[in-house]
């Protein structure tokens, strides 16, 4: 079983700041993507930002330029730092990992339980 925990959600005013940090633990052999999505209330959950193990970054266009994903691999430990934060970046923001039990190398999808942004005007 793997594990993902996210800190660092909370209440910032708008043009604030907020770095959020997802540790996966477990039963890990290797981890292909790591990524961060969101959900907005009455909304779908869309997906933010992701680094794969190569070192890929994918942005939202919507966070593109604000917001920066960043990993550190000998802790499986993925970062999302958000600047110039608006009202509209208020969400549940979740961590996504793609991980290997073993060297079968099987890759399958882990989730966080999230941690609330909110962002005020």
């Known amino acids: 079983q793997v594990q993902l925990v996210e800190s660092g959600g909370g209440l910032v005013q708008a043009g604030g700041s907020l770095r959020l940090s997802c540790a996966a633990s477990g039963s890990i052999f290797s981890i292909n993507v790591m990524g961060w999505y969101r959900q907005a209330p009455g909304k779908q959950r869309e997906l933010v930002a992701s680094?794969?193990?190569?070192?890929?970054?994918d942005y939202a266009d919507s966070v593109k330029g604000r917001f920066t994903i960043s990993v550190d691999n000998a802790k499986n430990t993925v970062y999302l730092q958000g600047n110039s934060l608006k009202p509209e970046d208020t969400a549940v923001y979740y961590c996504?990992?793609?991980?290997?039990?073993?060297?079968?190398?099987?890759?399958?999808?882990?989730w966080g339980k999230g941690t609330l942004v909110t962002v005020s005007s």
């Open positions: 680094i794969t193990s190569g070192g890929r970054r």
């Open positions: 996504n990992a793609e991980v290997a039990p073993n060297r079968n190398l099987r890759y399958m999808d882990y």
